[in-house]
């Protein structure tokens, strides 16, 4: 009957899209909508974990009076949210679909409509992942999540190395009922070591769950 290793840990999750604005009425953005970074906070929150929610705009209830919720809208927003949290943090899982690229200038008023194409200049955001990343210390684990359509664990793989994590949770949009916006999801967990776990399609409450007995493996090895 000892403490559970997750108890008192400081858990930082990022989750939902990014809006990057255009004009004062418009964005770009993804469809997450936030269910799966919502499951693990409230997952690790009601293991007694202490935990920081770095939220995009998403349409959720708060997943749980124990958990800090920030909320943001843009990529550079999130960064910065998640900058002043990172380095106090034990585990960081970036659930978040972060949108890669924003609007070069964002127009002040909205944008009027012409005859013919428009065309809009894109810069790259901001990738909170590599760049918590490159500052990880030694008692910090770093789980990512790829989002793949194609050579599925090889991107995961690549993303696992470049952006410096421990893990990474690997989804595909091939899978049924896995992905954006679904109560389920299906994924595989790749660790450094080359280990690959596969797991069922199941609530993403129950992902969450099995996220947290491999990070609760993890610590307990030490
Ligand atoms: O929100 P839901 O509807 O429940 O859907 C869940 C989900 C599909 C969004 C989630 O499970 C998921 O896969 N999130 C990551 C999606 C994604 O953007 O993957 P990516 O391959 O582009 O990015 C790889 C990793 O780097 C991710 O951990 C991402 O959060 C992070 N990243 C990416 C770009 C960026 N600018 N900053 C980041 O931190």
Not at 56 to 66: F, M, T
Not at 174 to 183: M, R
């Given at each position: 009957n000892h403490r559970p290793v997750v108890a008192g840990k400081r858990v930082l999750i990022t989750a939902g899209p990014t809006q990057e604005a255009m004009d004062p009425v418009r964005y770009i953005s993804n469809h997450s909508s936030g269910k799966m970074g919502y499951a693990i906070a409230r997952t690790f929150a009601q293991a007694g974990a202490d935990v920081t929610l770095v939220s995009?705009?998403?349409?959720?209830?708060?997943?749980?009076?124990?958990v800090r919720l920030v909320k943001v809208r843009s990529a550079r927003q999130m960064l910065e949210a998640s900058q002043e949290y990172f380095a106090a943090s034990d585990l960081v899982v970036f659930a978040a679909a972060v949108a890669d690229y924003a609007p070069s200038e964002v127009a002040e008023q909205k944008i009027k409509k012409h005859e013919g194409t428009f065309e809009l200049n894109l810069t790259k955001t901001p990738d909170i992942a590599l760049m918590l990343g490159r500052q990880k210390r030694a008692h910090q684990l770093l789980v990512g999540f790829a989002l793949e359509t194609e050579n599925e664990q090889e991107n995961a793989r690549r993303k696992l190395e470049s952006k410096n994590l421990d893990f990474i949770v690997l989804n595909s949009l091939?899978?049924?009922?896995?992905?954006?916006?679904?109560?389920t999801n299906k994924i595989t967990v790749i660790d450094r070591e080359g280990l690959i776990r596969h797991f069922e399609l199941k609530k993403k409450e129950e992902v969450a769950q099995d996220i947290l007995d491999i990070i609760t493996e993890k610590w307990s090895e030490a």
């Open positions: 995009g705009p998403v349409g959720l209830d708060a997943p749980d009076a124990a091939n899978d049924p009922g896995a992905g954006f916006a679904y109560d």
